[in-house]
Structures are given as structure tokens and as C-alpha cells.
């Protein structure tokens, strides 16, 4: 990663450009983890403020609060609060950080996905075994997370 990188390059190659995708499989296990763990928080805490009124609706809330957080975060530095934490962020195919808009797109596909157990795991196979160890999500948007570049 001694080069930064620029708009019209697209992604990174992971042949010339390895370093940008170095231990990323386990930083994003990393990041995943302290997301779910604040989603959590933020969502226990809304279902506390509201008398326990919104635990009822539990699952509702905890994805309604996870696409917030994550497009929010996501839209304002392309990363998570645990991807910033773990130094990896998302860029789009053109290698460029996200925008509100692809923020959104991610978030939502992201979500739908991982509402399948099969396809949660198709992801996570796909995350370990691909050359940019891309999420199937990351496959069907064309985005990848990297290494922050220095």
C-alpha cells in the first residue's frame, strides 16, 4: 500500500496491490461483531426509553436501527464504527469511498442477504475464498473492502 489510490483506477488488484486485502477476512469478523454489538446497545436501549413497548417488536427494531447505523456510517466515512476500528473501509468498483446513495444500496442488500442462512454462508465462503474477499453482496454491487490506504 505505498501508493494511494486513485479515482479512475477502480479497485485494487489483489495480484500487484495484496497488501490492500491483507487479513481482511478476519478484520471484517472483527468489525461485524462490534457493529452487532452496537446495534444492540442502541436498539436495547430505544426498547427501554419506550417502556419495553418496542422489544415486543424486537426484530423490526433491530433492523430498522441496523440499516440506520449502517448507512449513516457507512455514507459519512465508508466504514462502520467497527470497520474504522479494524483500519477497513468499503470503496465502490471505481475505488472511490461511498456515497449516501451506495451507503443505502449496501446496507439493503447487505440486510436482505443476510436474512437467509444460506446465503449468509454463501457470503462468508465467498469473503474467505475470493481474490478481494468480497461478501456476495460486494459481488453483486461491485464493492470491496480494503485496507485503509495510507
Not at 4 to 10: E, P, R, V
Not at 57 to 75: D, E, G, K, N, Q
Not at 90 to 112: D, I, K, P
Request: proline share 3%; aromatic share 8%; charged share 15%.
Amino acid at each position: 500500500m505505498t501508493h494511494a489510490m486513485t479515482h479512475a483506477a477502480g479497485l485494487p488488484d489483489p495480484e500487484y496491490d495484496h497488501a490492500f486485502y491483507d487479513g481482511v477476512p478476519a478484520k471484517r469478523l472483527f468489525a461485524w461483531v462490534v457493529d452487532v454489538l452496537i446495534i444492540a446497545t442502541i436498539s436495547l436501549v430505544l426498547g427501554l426509553l419506550t417502556l419495553t413497548v418496542l422489544l415486543w417488536v424486537w426484530p423490526i427494531l433491530y433492523m430498522v436501527v441496523a440499516f440506520l447505523y449502517r448507512s449513516a456510517t457507512i455514507a459519512s466515512g465508508s466504514a462502520t464504527l467497527g470497520m474504522r476500528l479494524m483500519n477497513i473501509e468499503l470503496r465502490n468498483g471505481l475505488g472511490r469511498r461511498f456515497s449516501g446513495g451506495e451507503a443505502m444500496v449496501h446496507t439493503f442488500c447487505y440486510l436482505a442477504l443476510s436474512a437467509s442462512v444460506i446465503l449468509q454462508l454463501v457470503s462468508i465462503g465467498l469473503i474467505a475464498a475470493s481474490r478481494r474477499h468480497q461478501g456476495l453482496h460486494d459481488h453483486i454491487l461491485g464493492t470491496a473492502a480494503i485496507n485503509r490506504p495510507r
